[in-house]
Every structure is written in C-alpha cells, then in structure tokens.
C-alpha cells in the first residue's frame, strides 16, 4: 500500500463531498471549518494516544460535524458513520471505552484508537499503537459495533470506497446501495477485506 499522502486524502474528501453535493446532499453547510494542527493538538487533550498524520490530516480538511447524523440533514457520511467533529469524538470515545473498552481483550486497542465517526453505538476508530489485526496494516480504519473488525486498509481506501460508493446511480437518498455493488466496490479498494483480519 502507499505511503499516507496529506494532500491526496484532501483531494480524495473533496471528490466525496462533490460526490454527495451532486446528488443534492448539501453536506458543506453542515461540515465545521478546517483547523490548524494546533488547534487539534489543543482540542484532543484527553485522547491519550498519538495523534496520527491521518488524524490531523482529516481535521485539517474540515472540522468534522457538531451534531450526529439524527440531528444532521445532510450527514457526512463514511458509509454507516458520520464525520465527528472532535467535541463528538471526545464524549464518543468516552462511550466506547465504557462498552467494548470494558473487555480487557480490546481494552488497551481502543484505549489508544481515535473514534472520527460514528453513528448509533458504532464508530469508525483509527488505532494509534499496536493493534490485534494483521500487522502489514500499518493504520487500518476499525469498526467497532457488534464486533471489532477491519473495514478498510487505510483511510485513503476509505474515502476511495466512499467516493465510489456514492457516485454508482444506484445509490439512493436513504445513502445505501444494493448489497451486491457495495460489496464489489469495497473488495475493489481493499482486495480480500474480511479475509486478512489475523
């Protein structure tokens, strides 16, 4: 896999947001204001792992969204999450350690794994040390919601499978897409996903 590249995932969360705005998806008008590394680092206090170029790279594009997608009309979605802003990620992250976090086989994972989306007692968390999945995934995008699983290679594999997903005609405005393309697109991007988890 590439090298992580802080201008290909902005231009890659561009094309997604043009994506969802094409379809009339106005999710710009929702989507919180770029900030600058210091501000993360300053907003992230209580995250007691390394923030990761992936994380600061994602809240230098946008600021991520204030309310949830039950309170959002134009969710930013990532598939089956929203893009948090990083108020959400705090009292998300919170939550997560206080479900999946009690399993002391998950505990130190996620203890060090950034939740940037979220939706309904799931998140879409980044780990920031050791993580429990093949070690060639240097930086894997995590599920956590009935079960902890690898859904993409990277987060630029993400936002490509997103892209991807959200341009196919069939993609509709309850955001979903029959089962069959979902699945092709999601293979394309990270070939033998749900084989390559040990």
Same mark, same amino acid.
């Given at each position: ?30 989507? @919180? ?5 210091? %501000? ?6 209580? =995250? ?5 170029? /992936?994380?600061?790279? @994602? #809240?230098? &594009? ?8 039950? /309170?959002?009309?134009?969710? =930013? ?5 929203? !893009? ?7 009292? /998300? ?11 002391? /086989? ?5 203890? #060090?794994? +950034?939740? !940037?989306?979220? +939706? ?30 690898? #859904? ?10 997103? $892209?991807? &997903? ?12 029959? %089962?069959? $393309? %979902?699945?092709? $697109? ?6 033998? $996903? !749900?084989?390559?988890?040990?």
């Amino acid at each position: 896999m590439p090298e992580f590249s802080h201008s290909r995932l902005h231009s890659q969360l561009d094309r997604l947001l043009a994506a969802y705005e094409d379809k009339g998806m106005n999710v710009s008008d929702t989507l @919180l204001p770029a900030l600058s590394e210091k %501000e993360i680092r300053d907003q992230c206090t209580w =995250f007691p792992g390394e923030l990761t170029q /992936e994380i600061i790279s @994602l #809240y230098s &594009w946008r600021g991520g969204q204030q309310n949830d997608a039950w /309170e959002t009309k134009h969710p =930013f979605w990532f598939r089956d999450n929203s !893009f948090s802003s990083l108020a959400r990620a705090q009292t /998300e992250y919170q939550s997560m350690m206080n479900s999946y976090g009690k399993n002391p /086989e998950d505990h130190e994972m996620l203890k #060090y794994s +950034f939740p !940037f989306a979220s +939706f309904n007692g799931g998140w879409y968390v980044l780990p920031t040390r050791k993580h429990d999945f093949n070690p060639s995934l240097k930086s894997p995008v995590i599920s956590v919601l009935q079960g902890i699983d690898v #859904y993409y290679y990277t987060i630029e594999s993400m936002v490509n499978t997103c $892209i991807d &997903w959200v341009s196919r005609p069939e993609f509709d405005s309850d955001y979903t897409l029959p %089962e069959d $393309i %979902e699945m092709q $697109i999601w293979k394309k991007h990270n070939p033998r $996903i !749900f084989e390559y988890e040990t």
